[in-house]
């Protein structure tokens, strides 16, 4: 059985707020693992208003230093100081988000009353960012108009389940469950094996998730990208403003597509739309010419990952 892991839409607007939808914000749920992908303006609203945990945040991803994209964290912090938060926090970004942050913090002579880890990202270079027993985060290279890094989060753990009672069968000893786990064989002697696949039950293949915040058209990030389950691509604009979204290093619904197309992905999710689309369902059809599972971005949308297959509350 799969555990969870889901991603709930917070913000999906580019550069402005409109009067339903929000900057760029994305909470996403791993086991017990709660990871906030950028930060808008209005994420910690968006927050509570979906009923989402603010205090079991505990790392933070930002791309990039638009304001669309991180303008709603030094809130988000103050609010999780307020309320006595202990637990350190994570921040993965650009390198002067740290002084960006700590001279508001510092200006508004606030002290916080848990640690901050700042985890600064190289938008030139590929590299895991972070790395847990339970997941990994990796960095994916955008061109934008100012440094951007894409999120790829990829779950880890055992491959296996431990068949107990074949294990007491064959005399497996405890002490090797947890080597069985990821697939080991299990040798009593030099004379014997005993294949890891008569003592366990395969579990579900592990997922992955790719966030590609703002970035012009660009398949170098294909192969990074390559075969996930889940893609978010932005798709700020229209075909039919193609040029304009070069001018702005943006991409339309029609390249996300096409990304999601030549990457084979499992599913695809636009978002980051311009405000001047008060109907969204033209930029889905456009996606669609290319990647028949590409679905909107909806505030208050969850997508539930799984192999090769989405499911949306």
């Given at each position: 059985m799969y555990s969870k892991f889901d991603v709930t839409i917070?913000?999906?607007?580019?550069?402005?707020?409109t009067k339903d939808r929000a900057p760029s914000s994305q909470y996403v749920r791993l086991g017990p693992h709660n990871i906030l992908l950028d930060c808008g303006e209005g994420t910690q609203s968006r927050i509570h208003e979906y009923s989402l945990k603010l205090q079991k945040i505990s790392v933070v991803c930002i791309s990039h230093l638009h304001g669309d994209h991180f303008f709603g964290l030094p809130g988000l912090i103050t609010t999780m100081s307020l309320f006595r938060?202990?637990?350190?926090?994570?921040?993965?970004?650009?390198?002067?988000?740290?002084?960006?942050?700590?001279?508001l913090i510092s200006a508004g002579d606030s002290e916080l009353s848990f640690q901050i880890?700042?985890?600064?990202?190289?938008?030139?270079?590929?590299?895991?960012?972070?790395?847990h027993q339970d997941y990994q985060i990796q960095t994916i290279p955008l061109k934008h108009r100012i440094p951007c890094t894409g999120f790829l989060?990829?779950?880890?753990?055992?491959?296996?389940?431990?068949?107990?009672?074949?294990?007491?069968?064959?005399?497996?000893?405890?002490?090797?469950y947890e080597s069985l786990k990821f697939g080991y064989d299990y040798f009593p002697n030099n004379e014997l094996r005993i294949p890891n696949s008569e003592?366990?039950?395969?579990?579900?293949?592990?997922?992955?998730?790719?966030?590609?915040?703002?970035?012009i058209y660009n398949e170098e990030i294909i192969p990074l990208i390559s075969g996930v389950d889940l893609l978010y691509h932005e798709a700020t604009f229209m075909s039919d403003r193609e040029?304009?979204?070069?001018?702005t290093f943006h991409s339309t619904a029609m390249q996300a597509g096409l990304i999601a197309q030549?990457?084979?992905?499992?599913?695809?999710?636009?978002?980051?739309?311009?405000?001047r689309y008060s109907d969204l369902t033209p930029l889905l059809d456009e996606?669609?010419?290319?990647?028949?599972?590409s679905n909107l971005s909806i505030q208050g949308e969850t997508f539930f990952i799984l192999k090769k297959e989405l499911k949306t509350v």
């Open positions: 917070l913000g999906n607007s580019s550069a402005t707020p938060r202990v637990e350190p926090l994570k921040i993965i970004g650009p390198k002067d988000l740290e002084d960006i942050l700590m001279s880890e700042f985890i600064t990202t190289n938008p030139e270079v590929e590299e895991v960012i972070l790395e989060i990829k779950e880890k753990g055992p491959t296996k389940r431990v068949n107990v009672d074949a294990c007491r069968e064959k005399n497996v000893p405890v002490s090797f003592v366990t039950w395969e579990l579900p293949e592990k997922r992955s998730y790719a966030y590609i915040s703002d970035t040029d304009r979204a070069i001018l030549k990457a084979k992905v499992g599913q695809l999710i636009l978002g980051h739309f311009s405000a996606a669609r010419c290319q990647f028949e599972d």
